[in-house]
């Protein structure tokens, strides 16, 4: 292995270590953080609104450090705020707990309207968020595998669909959850519901996306798309979608 490739090898190994751990901080400060904080402070005596309130405002804590530290305000910053401001606001309002276990639903719910919004444009959610976390080498076999085949083309499209019907779907059920469960229930089902829909996305989007490509004459191992056999697969358009 040359000096470069070593160097190139590394720099992906530090880019890699890098997004776990932000991924882990992230889990963290919005998952498990506030469930600790919530059945804590309930096993402390202390009433339910108190409780989720406490743990919803970590996730807004965060958002308020990392604006501190970075003296930058990001779009995911601001919808963190206004949608912690809101809930609370309301739930105040209302005098309700109920109020604040719907909290968790806003950033589904966005995130699916996002998403649905991404397929009226010239490239799917899936396009786009895969580029953003491919190196530049990986880049470009992302957009060659666009640029080449139509069947490609599809799949990000029917799994990007895909993605904004579950996560709607999600959304309606976090809402039925918070509206007629218990209300010291919800926050673990919460977590648990965020996990299965991610496992439900990602099961069909390995299994049915694989599948696809193989009715197709195509094949991907990592981000590379090949021909199973000379002839089979199905090219498109240069430049077209």
Known sequence: ???????????????????????????????????????????AGADQFTALLAGALLPAAGAVREIAARRRVSGVHLFVLATMALTVAVSFLSGSPRTLLIRNCWGMAALGLWI???????????????????????QRTWESNWERYAAFRRLLWVCSAFWAVACLADTALRITMAATLPVD?????????????????????????????RRNGLRIR????????????????????
């Open 1 to 43: 292995m040359t000096e470069s490739s070593s160097r190139e090898a590394a720099g992906r190994r530090g880019r890699e270590e890098h997004g776990a751990r932000r991924l882990g901080r992230t889990l963290t400060l919005h998952v498990i953080a506030p469930l600790g904080v919530f059945y804590g402070l309930r096993w």
């Open 116 to 138: 649905a919004a991404s397929l009226l444009t010239r490239r799917p959610f899936l396009y786009e968020a895969a580029r953003v976390v491919l190196d530049e080498d990986r």
């Open 185 to 213: 229930l919800v926050p673990l089902l919460d977590d648990v519901l965020l996990v299965f829909t991610l496992a439900v996305i990602l099961v069909f989007q390995r299994l049915w996306g694989r599948s696809y490509l």
């Open 222 to 241: 990592g981000v590379r798309i090949s021909a199973l056999a000379e002839g089979r697969a199905e090219p498109g358009a240069a430049g077209a979608g």
